[in-house]
T-cell receptor, first 116, second 114 residues
C-alpha cells in the first residue's frame, strides 16, 4: 500500500542553523510530491511541489526540496532557519495512475521548534 | 477574492445526530477533497471529487458521505456521527488533478461529537 513516512516527529534547531526534514514514500511509480506547512491554529500552506523535471525544487520562504528517486525521498531543506519557521510540516504524495488518481496521502508531520 | 469556505467553523453535536459541513469554492475548480486531521496522525483523505458527479473514497471514508451536484460545492455528511469522528476537518480544491496545479485549503471545521 502507498505510504508516506516522516521519521522525525519533533525537531528543534537554533535560529540561523540549517534544517533538513526527511520524507520517504512507498509507491509503484514516481508520484507527485508536496511539502505543506501549518502554523498553530492555521490551515495548510503549500511550500513547494514536484511533478517532474529538475529534482531540486525551490519553494517559498527560502525552502527547497530534493527528489531522489533511488531513495524514494523528498527531503525539505532550508539553509538558515528563522524563528517564524516554527510550525508543523507535512510531506504529501499525490497518486498518479489507476483508480487512485486524485488520492493525496500525507505523512504524519514533523513539528519544528526554533531556539533563539 | 479566491477562496475555499467551510461552514460551520466549530460544531459540537451528540452521537447519532446527522450533520452536514459545507464547503464552497469560487474558483471554478474541478477537483475538491475532504481531509480530517488528528494529533499524531497528520491529515487523512476522506473523499475526493475529480469533477461534478464524480466522487471517490480516500483513505478513511467510513462514516462519511459526500455529493458533488455542482462544481462549487462539496458537502461532507455525517449520517450518524460518533465520538471517533471528533476531529479537525479541511476541505480543499484544485483546478484539476493535479497537473502543474496545487490545492487551496479552507480554514478548517473543528467538530466535537459527544
Amino acid at each position: 500500500a502507498q505510504s508516506v513516512t516522516q521519521p522525525d516527529i519533533h525537531i528543534t534547531v537554533s535560529e540561523g542553523a540549517s534544517l533538513e526534514l526527511r520524507c520517504n514514500y512507498s509507491y509503484g511509480a514516481t508520484p507527485y510530491l508536496f511539502w505543506y506547512v501549518q502554523s498553530p491554529g492555521q490551515g495548510l500552506q503549500l511550500l513547494l511541489k514536484y511533478f517532474s523535471g529538475d529534482t531540486l525544487v525551490q519553494g517559498i520562504k527560502g525552502f527547497e526540496a530534493e527528489f531522489k528517486r533511488s531513495q524514494s525521498s523528498f527531503n525539505l531543506r532550508k539553509p538558515s532557519v528563522h524563528w517564524s519557521d516554527a510550525a508543523e510540516y507535512f510531506c504529501a504524495v499525490g497518486l498518479i495512475y489507476g483508480g487512485s488518481q486524485g488520492n493525496l496521502i500525507f505523512g504524519k508531520g514533523t513539528k519544528l521548534s526554533v531556539k533563539p | 477574492e479566491a477562496q475555499v469556505t467551510q461552514n460551520p467553523r466549530y460544531l459540537i453535536t451528540v452521537t447519532g445526530k446527522k450533520l452536514t459541513v459545507t464547503c464552497s469554492q469560487n474558483m471554478n475548480h474541478e477537483y475538491m477533497s475532504w481531509y480530517r486531521q488528528d494529533p499524531g496522525l497528520g491529515l487523512r483523505q476522506i473523499y475526493y471529487s475529480m469533477n461534478v458527479e464524480v466522487t471517490d473514497k480516500g483513505d478513511v471514508p467510513e462514516g462519511y458521505k459526500v455529493s458533488r451536484k455542482e462544481k462549487r460545492n462539496f458537502p461532507l455528511i455525517l449520517e450518524s456521527p460518533s465520538p471517533n469522528q471528533t476531529s479537525l476537518y479541511f476541505c480543499a480544491s484544485s483546478p484539476r488533478w493535479p497537473k502543474q496545479e496545487t490545492q487551496y485549503f479552507g480554514p478548517g471545521t473543528r467538530l466535537l461529537v459527544l
